[in-house]
């Protein structure tokens, strides 16, 4: 969510996710993601020294080498936060896309692989990595918060409306991240199919709801006839 809000929003939105995690520990005894997600917050608040003594408890009670793959990319992932070398960085993108590659089914690893060498891929690139973990039945929060950012940078990169946009854009519905702009072009995009499936005209008519513009009644009603919807 931090990823989603700057300023004071941002800061808001990171202390709620603190207190969360603290909630989180305490109620699945400390579980390793729950420590390696506090210290990434508090480190995140600006609080490296904090982070640095949560990380170094973990590394007692867990080597890294022994950490499931999941855990053991956050861990990496979370000590470049903490102002580490330039060559420490590069040696923890090496490794996280080592274990990426190892285990191309998590969605959690995808979105780290990303994020550590998102320099030299495109955003097609990054979309396209997403909407494999969506293929491998990912629908976690993560991947679609993952997926908004990007359409965030620019709308071009929301092209498809295929049943993945659709779930991300859903999902921006639900949490009030739907914006005029994306129903806009939603409405451009489904304006050039020839026919109109069920799962985008149950889009289309919530995006009609939120955004009445005339624009996607005009398409609604086009696709309709041309599909032979009544």
Known sequence: VYKTTQGKGRQAALEE????????????????????????LVAELGRVGEAKWILSHVEKTQHPDRMEPDAYGYYLYVRTRLGESDSFRRSAAEEITRVFELNPDSMFLACLYVRMNKERLSPYQCLEIYEQQYAYGSCSPILYLETLAVFKESLAYLAKTDAFELHALSF?????????????????????????SEELFRFLCRSYEMYPQEETLRVLCTLMIRTGMS
């Open 17 to 40: 996710a603190e207190k969360t995690a603290e909630k989180i520990n305490h109620g699945h005894g400390r579980s390793l993601l729950g420590r390696l997600c506090q210290a990434h």
């Open 172 to 196: 921006a519905m639900r949490y009030g991240m739907y914006t005029g702009e994306m129903a806009q072009r939603v409405t451009e995009l489904a304006g050039r199919r020839k026919r109109l």
